[in-house]
């Protein structure tokens, strides 16, 4: 029997700059997503994971995608 390693989650800094609600509210996210990956190796990450259709994001979810694409210019800058 193989030990399970479960997956830790780190933030970047300022990963949370733009979210719009109280520090409490934060925590319960930042909690709410660390206690989704806490027992779960990477091999089930990667059974559940998808690639992502940006078009059809784009087309279903414009607001979440904009704010994807901007995260994404502020890592590259």
């Known amino acids: 029997m193989t030990k399970k390693t479960p997956l830790q989650v ?5 990963a ?3 979210f719009e609600g109280t520090q409490e509210e934060l925590n319960e996210l930042i909690a709410q ?8 190796t990477p091999e089930e990450l990667a ?11 784009a ?3 414009p607001e979440i ?8 210019k502020r890592n590259l800058q």
């Open 65 to 72: 995608a904009q704010r994807i694409l901007d995260q994404e």
């Open 33 to 40: 997503i660390r206690d989704t990956f806490a027992n779960m």
């Open 59 to 61: 087309e279903e979810e």
């Open 16 to 18: 949370f700059d733009h």
């Open 47 to 57: 059974e559940r994971s998808r690639i992502v259709d940006w078009k059809e994001l």
């Open 10 to 14: 780190e933030f970047d800094p300022g």
